[in-house]
């Protein structure tokens, strides 16, 4: 039910599950600069730390702990951590 | 840098990381009961769906998504997920 899933040599690490058919996943990103593709929306709301990340034609924006930024589908981002890992909690939005 | 850690059988799973010399981790709860022991203090932080737990001579209380809980150093407390998984954020507090 609960779903370990590892990206870039383990660099970016998640838990996923699904609660009323949403699926989600808490995950920690360690430091580093990482791109991840979508296929659902997603939202992507800060849980601990400081993400940077560029979504669309925005640049390079900050997302401290407590905010959130989403991701079109069929799209992608740009994603750092800054000053130690950061914890997120990532919503697909999508069918 | 980033530690995957596994209990009952995978029904709670978290990864964990360290950022200005705390430990904390991000998991996932599945339906179910479940008891942990302490050794540093810690704060539970309801990061996606409903716990509850029982923690010293509290009974259950609900802590939904956004709110949090402490325990004691070299204590424990009871957690269960209700209506699906929930996730949360542990902070370790102790030195």
């Known amino acids: 039910m609960l779903k370990h899933n590892t990206y870039f040599e ?3 690490q998640s838990i996923g ?3 009323n058919s949403l699926r989600a996943s808490v995950g920690v ?3 580093g ?3 991840f593709g979508t ?3 997603e939202r992507m709301t800060v849980v601990s730390g400081l ?3 560029k979504v669309g034609e925005l640049g390079w924006l900050n997302y401290p702990a407590g905010t959130s930024f989403e991701i079109g589908a069929n799209s ?3 994603v ?3 000053g130690g890992p950061a914890a997120y909690l990532c919503e697909f939005l999508g069918a």
């Open 76 to 78: 992608g981002f740009d």
């Open 80 to 82: 750092r951590a800054v």
């Open 17 to 19: 599950f699904e609660r």
């Open 10 to 12: 383990g660099g970016v």
């Open 29 to 31: 990103i360690a430091p």
């Open 51 to 53: 993400l940077q990340a």
């Open 39 to 41: 296929a659902a929306a």
């Open 33 to 35: 600069e990482y791109h």
